[in-house]
């Protein structure tokens, strides 16, 4: 029953981009088409030589409201190739995709004839017709006319390519009834609020700064201390759990690739080659370098992990190895794409590698898989989706390893979820090249998946580098690889957990946990002793001296998100109190200092 409702809005919704489409027409006559599919709570549609703005919509919704009400019916109908480019001889982008029908890269067959032969399929509706093989509802009756709205305007290159024209995209929400409607714009206008970027700039996290680059992050004094608690907290919980540490540089030679196979098999994600034989002065002069040495920025950690494994012999004793580091990758991403901190072109993995034996790897993944989800849950995360990405058991020649190799590493991976009580979906065709993985997915407020944890295992640089280790009987025998991330990047991780928490960190996690608060200039040296012991405790903390008042301030530290704001006046300095505000809680009420001490570093211990 619910596939069939999911069928049915899907097919409303892309009924919704065809009249979207007769509505433009009408209003803009001259507009060229592009393509017009349903998409997750909605649709869209592309449009060419043409200016729409946000401020079209209202009235472009209008004129769709008032084709639904004329009950105009959807007919499908199959021509052949000389038809339609009669029928969308003004439509280039339409007559783009005839062509490639006609060269066979795109094929409906037309059931019913002895010869079976080429055809092309269009949906009319009214006087407008579009290449479309369906499905579509019977007419505009179907459609609840309030359970739709037109969200916004973005611009598109053509296919997705950006040596094609841009076109005009509008977007559309659709939902089976006025209250789905509803209820998913006030979760917009709250994934508004939360969204990391408008709050990374109201409360100083990050910068991204066009002279400095695209992609490429800062952190002011506030980010930079949520990093460091994050990092520290990662570096306390790795050495608990048996990791070592191990540190490597941002580039690497060009022999270094290729040995890996990044040089091929990763090269769409990776920056040129930077040319370190001679200088700037050098080349700027011309010059040519007498020794060519080319080196790449770093998209992976990994071989640099690999080449420390093999600098010296190693034996089963060593085994399982576990080494861990937080190392700034660079891969490439279209300025286009670039968005926040969930795209850029700089960021900082907290890669592992766990180096064992083959008899090791069902307990190596099962510490792993655990560690993982409590890391997940320390962060507050609960809401998360866990995929079994697999071989594409179809195309195993674009894998690394052979085939038994992969049925053991898949079946572990398989029974290891199982036995964590992991609840997981199966992925053919999404494994990386070089091995199976479980992926943790964490969801944000609008149900958006964000690619965080991972674990994986790696037959790819294991045999490229040749690693070995001498087993038990005195034999080379290949380790097995795991790679495996906590976070996924910083910089993501830190998006997501913005959005989570609209901004508002538990007290453990926050970058300033308390403002001190003086009513008065009389005050300023009670509320700076305050700060002292505060500090002194472990506690981050500042003391708000600057000439406010104590409603400013109160008003600023509760937009700034502070934990708790600590006011003190003449009956505080007095009793050696505070009067405690805490945030979503408002007024505490009037307590020994001591006793708030106490509360706070509770608190910052239980990690809430």
């Known amino acids: 029953m619910k596939n069939n409702q999911n069928n049915k809005i899907e097919t409303v919704r892309h009924s919704l981009s065809h009249i979207m489409a007769m509505a433009v027409k009408n209003l803009y006559p001259n507009v060229k088409f592009g393509i017009g599919p349903a998409i997750e709570n909605g649709f869209y549609y592309d449009f060419g030589n043409v200016k729409i703005s946000q401020e079209d919509l209202p009235k472009i919704e209008k004129e769709m409201r008032g084709l639904i009400k004329q009950n105009i019916g959807f007919v499908k109908k199959t021509i052949d190739k000389t038809q339609a480019e009669k029928l969308f001889t003004e439509q280039p982008y339409k007559l783009e995709l005839i062509e490639e029908i006609g060269e066979g890269k795109r094929k409906t067959v037309e059931v019913g004839l002895q010869q079976p032969r080429q055809t092309i399929a269009t949906y009319q509706s009214g006087d407008f017709v579009d290449l479309c093989a369906g499905p579509h509802i019977g007419s505009t009756k179907e459609i609840n006319p309030l359970s739709f709205k037109l969200a916004k305007v973005a611009g598109a290159y053509w296919r997705g390519d950006e040596k094609n024209p841009m076109l005009t995209r509008i977007y559309g929400l659709a939902f089976a009834t006025g209250k789905e409607l509803a209820d998913y714009l006030k979760i917009l206008e709250e994934a508004e609020k939360r969204d990391h970027r408008k709050l990374g700039r109201e409360l100083d996290l990050f910068l991204i700064d066009p002279v400095v680059g695209m992609g490429l992050v800062m952190w002011p004094p506030k980010g930079a201390m949520l990093w460091r608690i994050m990092e520290d907290y990662w570096y306390k919980e790795h050495l608990k759990n ?91 991403e279209k300025s286009g794409e670039l968005s926040g901190l969930t795209r850029v072109r700089g960021f900082t993995q907290d890669d592992a590698h766990i180096i064992c034996a083959k008899e090791q790897v069902e307990d190596e993944l099962k510490r792993t898989a655990k560690f993982i989800l409590a890391t997940l849950k320390t962060f507050g995360f609960k809401d998360f989706n866990v995929y079994l990405s697999l071989r594409d058991p179809k195309n195993k020649t674009k894998y690394a390893g052979n085939d038994k190799g992969w049925e053991f590493t898949q079946r572990t991976l398989e029974k290891i979820a199982k036995e964590v009580g992991i609840n997981y979906k199966k ?47 005195g034999k080379k025998e290949m380790p097995f690889m795991l790679h495996r991330v906590l976070f996924g990047c910083f910089e993501r991780f830190i998006a997501v957990l913005i959005e989570h928490c609209a901004g508002a960190f538990p007290v453990w996690l926050a970058p300033v946990q308390v403002w001190v608060v003086p009513v008065g200039s009389g005050h300023r040296q009670y509320a700076k002793e305050t700060g002292k012991m505060l500090q002194n405790e472990g506690v981050r903390v500042e003391v708000k001296t600057d000439a406010q008042t104590v409603g400013k301030k109160i008003r600023e530290g509760e937009m700034q998100k502070i934990p708790y704001l600590l006011v003190v006046g003449d009956k505080e300095v007095k009793a050696k109190s505070v009067a405690v505000r805490q945030r979503g809680r408002g007024d505490l009420g009037t307590m020994k200092l001591q006793k708030f001490v106490d509360k706070i570093k509770k608190e910052i211990e239980g990690k809430k």
């Open 427 to 473: 992925e053919e065709g999404e494994a990386a090249f070089y091995g199976p993985k479980l992926d943790f997915k964490i969801k944000d407020c609008l149900g958006r998946e964000w690619q965080c944890s991972t674990l994986q295992f790696d037959f790819n640089l294991p045999e490229r580098f040749n690693m070995e280790f001498i087993n038990e009987k």
């Open 242 to 332: 048996g990791y070592e540490l191990v540190r490597s540089p941002h580039i690497g030679s060009r022999a270094l690739w290729e040995t890996s196979g990044h040089w091929g098999f990763y090269n769409e994600s990776m920056y040129p080659p930077l040319e370190v034989g001679q200088t700037l002065k050098e080349a700027q002069e011309g010059k040519k370098s007498k020794i060519k040495e080319e080196y790449l920025l770093k998209p992976m950690n990994c071989p640099f992990h690999v080449v420390l494994f093999n600098s010296k012999p190693r034996s089963y004793r060593d085994l399982p190895m576990r080494w861990a580091e937080c190392g700034t990758v660079y891969r490439y």
